[in-house]
């Protein structure tokens, strides 16, 4: 397993952008599908983003598709959440994940980061 390690949360005003990364331990990051999450309070987690493990493909929520991109560095052991226009609804806490294949499932994904905050004000 990798060890995980968000940050770039924060609070921003509705219309804005926040860059979110996920730095990962060890050295078979690149072996490793990549995944985004949020959870809300009083909200189950849900599914944000995913990438494969060479960056080759990408897989989005319909709520954030057109807002977000996800995308990595394998050389630098990242992986990146670009979020603009963000909205009220996008505040949550987002955590990342690896797991052997890009998947929106939570279960699939073996590792988590403990997560970083996004409050967006409206």
């Known amino acids: 397993q990798v060890q995980l390690v968000e940050s770039g949360g924060g609070l921003v005003q509705a219309g804005g952008s926040l860059r979110l990364s996920c730095a990962a331990s060890?050295?078979?990051?690149?072996?490793?599908?990549m995944g985004w999450f949020r959870q809300a309070p009083g909200k189950e987690r849900e599914f944000v983003a995913a990438?494969?493990?060479?960056?080759?493909?990408?897989y989005y929520a319909d709520s954030v598709k057109g807002r977000f991109t996800i995308s990595r560095d394998n050389a630098k052991n990242t992986v990146y959440l670009q979020m603009n226009s963000l909205e009220p609804e996008d505040t949550a806490v987002y955590y990342c994940?690896?797991?052997?294949?890009?998947?929106?499932?939570?279960?699939?994904?073996?590792?988590w980061g403990q997560g970083t905050q996004v409050t967006v004000s409206s």
């Open positions: 994940a690896a797991g052997p294949r890009s998947s929106s499932w939570a279960d699939q994904y073996g590792s």
């Open positions: 060890g050295r078979t990051f690149n072996r490793y599908a």
């Open positions: 990438i494969s493990w060479s960056g080759g493909s990408t």
